[in-house]
């Protein structure tokens, strides 16, 4: 039997600018989504990509003296790094400017054509060159300017093809009140509603005045509107209209199907493109949701203008975990949400630090401290607590789902965290250390414990698409086997047995919050010295200071932990020597000794020997590093003893 489907997309981001952490929310949110279909067992696949032509990247590209080509390709790279960096679970990664794209959008056009859905006419109107977007006299701001975004507009007259909108709006209409779940928030298909209620004028759907762009097969002085050539991705992506269409059979065609958009393109997703389906023949059963914005203390983020945030910088400072956590966290299901520094902050060292990683950090302490690392499920002995707190455990699960269910991601994590603080709470009305005092209590405090590990499991389990290394290291805390991190094994009672770490990593280190906020505030004034390092001109290193070095690969042979100091490992490596080199390195809490054997290194072997806690080490291997993590150098393909220059 297959599993049920999942489709999910975000929008294509135009190569504008650097994305901000606006545009990587919908990236996360959408990434949070997916994990989640996971979890629950769909076959899932998650589309994102990047929306290449149009005036704007032109004129961006011009701006960098760059050709079009240059310039998107140039993003593009940056922008699959910047996915990885956030650990994005995504499938593909369309381009409008990719062959197997162009194809489909100038067969999808010339099939509009054949039809008569498309037809050649005049368009005379105001050109919002930001906004990509024609308004009519009656639709402008003062003087003329954008009802969007406010700038100036310039007037056109051209010949343009024009998509027979106006055809297809009653059908639309009856497809939004047939279908409820089609729009969501609900807000926003009222917004679309009212928007259609008032009558829809055909759409200019190509232009003259530029050329970067598909042109239009039939008459290649036209290029097609960056509208039609974006939103078609969602197909393009899958094969559709190509021999090659499984993907679009299986996922189009399959079970479920979500866009996720941003507010500001609701119109587009909800009005465009279900009439461009129902012109193609294509059944309309996506889902579309449009969220709210980020915005700045100051006001909108602009990937042109400066003062916002950006993804990189959170993650540099403080770390992966903690930006996904407060982006989903933040925003308000259908609303707008502010990104301030003291906000952040707070929800690290809040619920991050201390409600979540506290909780962890105790129970692991009182695991070891009470039972030396040990506890198992008794299910004959109970308090008056252990109720309430497994039917929270009970509730939560459904809870959770429901608003993962409805894309309520924000209330999804309130709920995991409703469970978390009145697990805290079970700790303070079982009173675990007075427990302790008592031989005869020794039943009763383990059943404690167990509720604690029991559900924190749970609260784990919730945690996978959110938190990605910090559920991760819990399970690896706690000893939970994989079996046990299921969504089927959300139920209280699974775990037997386990056997804890002897000593808690902590998950979030708590912030000094005035010193971050202002160092957040610096950033965003641009002024961070952190973040610009500059390079001290005054200490320059000599040729010869660097010759000096001897640098080599070398293979690590074996590993153990230095029996003195929990930081260091102790290594015998092969760098192309006679025998092995013994080097005690500080990666132990990096760096277990099985994950390093057999890895190639690079190593200093020319300074001098010096011993650490009793063990002497004759060299230094290199390593990136920040505050958060630390990597060492690895090189494949070359062999021990080779140099490095
Ligand atoms: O509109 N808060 O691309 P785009 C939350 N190419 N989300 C935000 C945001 C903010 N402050 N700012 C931007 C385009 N976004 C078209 C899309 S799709 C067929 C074509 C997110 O680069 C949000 O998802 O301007 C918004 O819809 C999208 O970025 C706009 O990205």
Known sequence: MSNKTYYITTPIYYPSGKLHIGNTYTTVFCDALRRYKDLRGYDTYYLTGMDEHGKKIETVAEEREMSPHD???????????????????????????????????????????????????????????????????????????????????????????????????????DFIEENPGFI????????????????????????????????????????VYVW????????????????????????????????????DILRFHAIYWPIMLMALDIPVNFKLHAHGFYMMKEGKMSKSKGGVIYPDTIINHYGLDELRYFLLREL???????????????????????????????????????????????????????????????????N???????????????????????????????????????????????????????????????????????????FNQLGIPESLQTWDSLQFGLLKETEVVKKPSPLFPRLDSDKEVDKLQSILRGEDKETQKPVDEDNLATIDDFNKLDMRIAKVVSAKYHPNADKLLVLQVDAGEAKPRQIVAGIAKHYSPESIEGKNVVVVVNLEPVKLRGEESNGMLLAGSNKKSLKLLTVEGLNPGDSVS
């Not at 400017?97 to 039809?115: G, N, S, Y």
């Not at 969501?184 to 055909?202: A, H, W």
Request: charged fraction near 25%; include cysteine; glycine fraction near 4%.
């Open 228 to 263: 039609i050539d974006a939103l078609s991705n969602y197909l393009s992506a899958l094969g559709y209209g190509t021999n090659d269409d499984a993907l679009y059979q299986k996922y189009w065609h399959g079970d479920e199907v979500v866009h996720v958009v941003g507010k």
């Open 400 to 474: 959770y789902r429901e608003s993962m269910e409805t894309l309520k991601v924000s209330e999804a994590i309130r709920a995991v965290w409703k469970l978390i603080s009145r697990t805290n709470k079970y700790i303070d009305e079982t009173t675990p250390w007075i427990l302790a005092k008592d031989e005869n209590k020794k039943a009763d405090l383990q059943n404690v414990m167990y509720h604690l590990v029991e559900s924190l499991r749970h609260i784990g389990i919730m945690l996978t698409p959110i938190l990605l290394d910090a559920s991760h290291s819990l």
């Open 184 to 223: 969501t928030p609900e807000s926003r298909k009222n917004e679309v509603v009212s928007f259609l209620k008032q009558g829809l004028n055909d759409l200019s759907v190509s232009r003259t005045t530029f050329d970067w762009g598909i042109k239009v097969v039939s008459n290649p002085k036209h290029v």
């Open 332 to 398: 308000p299901y259908g609303a707008d949400g502010v990104f301030t520094p003291e906000s952040f902050i707070e929800r690290i060292n809040f619920d991050l630090a201390n409600d979540f990683g506290n909780l962890l950090n105790r129970t692991i302490s009182m695991v070891n401290k009470y039972f030396e690392g040990t506890i198992e499920f008794d299910p004959n002995v109970t308090n008056d607590f252990d109720d309430s707190l497994e039917s929270l455990i009970a509730e939560t699960k459904d």
């Open 71 to 173: 310039h998107v390709d140039e993003m593009a790279a940056e922008t699959k790094a910047l996915w990885d960096r956030l650990k994005i679970s995504y499938d593909d990664f369309i381009r409008t400017t990719e062959k197997r794209h162009k194809t489909v959008v100038q067969k999808i056009f010339e099939k509009l054509l054949d039809q008569g859905d498309i037809y050649l006419g005049t368009y005379k109107g105001y050109y919002c060159m930001p906004c990509e977007s024609f308004f009519t006299e009656s639709q402008l701001g003062e003087n003329n300017t954008c009802p969007d975004c406010g700038r100036e507009t310039s007037q056109l007259e051209e010949e343009s093809y024009f998509l027979k909108l106006s055809k297809y709006a009653d059908r639309l209409l």
